[in-house]
Nanobody
């Protein structure tokens, strides 16, 4: 049974930083693409970032490019997202995602989802 557990969310002021973590279990982690999505209040879920199975290819949405960085640690079944220069519009529930279809670019269609972690950025 695949489990994805996010952590690291919280409340921060604009301009601050947070690092999200995703702990994966029940799956061959090093063989799966992984990614982050987010959903703001009243909006649909949107792509944020993705990384291929060995970390050689990454993608970031234009809205976070240069501020967010996705990475992974295959030895420990962990994925991360370092977020800096946070803005109030980054406020959302952030979801970890795994497996599915990712071929580079900003198109990622995952199979598995975590339950999410709240990030709130105050102005």
């Amino acid at each position: 049974q695949v489990q994805l557990v996010e952590s690291g969310g919280g409340m921060v002021r604009a301009g601050g930083s947070l690092r999200l973590s995703c702990a994966a279990s029940g799956m061959p982690f090093s063989r799966y693409a992984m990614g982050w999505f987010r959903q703001a209040p009243g909006k649909g879920r949107e792509f944020v970032s993705a990384i291929d199975w060995y970390g050689g290819t990454t993608s970031h949405a234009d809205s976070v490019k240069g501020r967010f960085t996705i990475s992974r640690d295959n030895a420990n079944n962990m994925m991360y997202q370092q977020m800096s220069s946070l803005k109030p519009e980054d406020t959302a529930v952030y979801y970890c995602a795994a497996d599915g279809e990712y071929t580079g670019g900003n198109y990622y269609y995952p199979t598995y989802w975590g339950r999410g972690t709240q990030v709130t950025v105050s102005s």
